[in-house]
C-alpha cells in the first residue's frame, strides 16, 4: 500500500515538473510573437523537435491526462464544500484550468488527425480572425493565461502573489494582442481560416 502511495507521488510530482517546464517554454514561445511570426515559428520548429516525437509526446500527454483526470477527482469531491470568496476564485480558475486543457489538446490532436492540418500558430488562431468566433476565443485565450497564473500564485505570500498576478495580466493582454495581429498584420492561410 505504501509503495503504490510512494509510487503515486512520484508520478505527481515527475507529471507536475514536465507540464511546468512545457507550458513555460509554450508560453514563452508565443511571446516570441511579439518579435516576428517568423521568429515564433522557428523556435516553435526547435521545440517540436524535442517534444514531437512518439516518446516524448506520448508520456507528455499522459502526464496532461493524468493531472486533468486527479484535478477532476478533487474538484468534484470538493464541490460542496464551505468557500471564502478567495477560495472560490481558486475553484473557478481550477475548473476553467481543466475545460480549457481537454478542450486545447483535443482541438490539436483532432487538427492533426481529422484535418490532417499542421496545428501550428495559424491552427490557434484563425478563430480569433472570423466574426463571431473571435467572441468566444478572446476570452478562450485570454483567461488560460489569467487562470493558470493565479492558479499558480494561490498559496503564495501577497507580495509574491501581486507579483504572479501582475505578471500574468500583462502577459495575457500582450499575447492577445499578438494573437489579434496588433503589432503587425498575420496573413492567415486559408486551409485554417476556411474551418470556420
Ligand atoms: C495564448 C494561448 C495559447 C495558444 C495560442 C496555444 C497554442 C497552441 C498550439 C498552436 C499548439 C500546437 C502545437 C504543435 O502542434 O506542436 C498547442 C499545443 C498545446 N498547448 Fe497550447 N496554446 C496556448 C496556451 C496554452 C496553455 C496556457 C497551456 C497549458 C496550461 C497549453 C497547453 C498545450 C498542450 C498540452 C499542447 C499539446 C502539445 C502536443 O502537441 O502534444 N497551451 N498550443
Redesign the pocket.
Known amino acids: 500500500m505504501n509503495t503504490l502511495k510512494n509510487y503515486y507521488g512520484l508520478v505527481n510530482k515527475m507529471s507536475l515538473l514536465l507540464l511546468g517546464l ?2 513555460f517554454i ?2 514563452f514561445n ?1 511571446l516570441m510573437l511579439v518579435i516576428s511570426i517568423k521568429e515564433h515559428i522557428s523556435f ?1 520548429e526547435n521545440f ?1 523537435f524535442i ?2 516525437n512518439i516518446y516524448i ?1 506520448s508520456i ?2 499522459l502526464a ?1 491526462l493524468f493531472q486533468i483526470i486527479k484535478s477532476i477527482k478533487t474538484t468534484w469531491r470538493e464541490r460542496k464544500n464551505r468557500r471564502t470568496f478567495f477560495e472560490k476564485l481558486v475553484f473557478i480558475s481550477k475548473i476553467y ?1 481543466i475545460y ?2 481537454i478542450n ?2 483535443s482541438a ?1 490532436l483532432f487538427g ?1 488527425v481529422v484535418f490532417n492540418l ?4 495559424y ?3 484563425a478563430g480569433l480572425h472570423v466574426f463571431p468566433y473571435s467572441f468566444y476565443f478572446i476570452p478562450y ?1 485570454f483567461l ?2 489569467i487562470c ?1 497564473f493565479f492558479y499558480v500564485s494561490k498559496n503564495k505570500k501577497s507580495y509574491s502573489f501581486y507579483t504572479i498576478n501582475t505578471i500574468g495580466f500583462i502577459l495575457a493582454i500582450v ?1 492577445l494582442f499578438a ?1 489579434k495581429s496588433v503589432f503587425y498584420d498575420i496573413n492567415i492561410p486559408f486551409r485554417y481560416l476556411n474551418m470556420y
Open positions: 512545457f507550458v509554450h508560453i508565443h516553435m517540436r517534444y514531437r509526446e507528455l500527454l496532461f484550468l480549457f486543457l486545447h489538446i490539436v492533426r499542421d496545428t501550428n500558430i491552427y490557434a488562431i485565450y488560460s493565461i493558470l499575447l494573437l
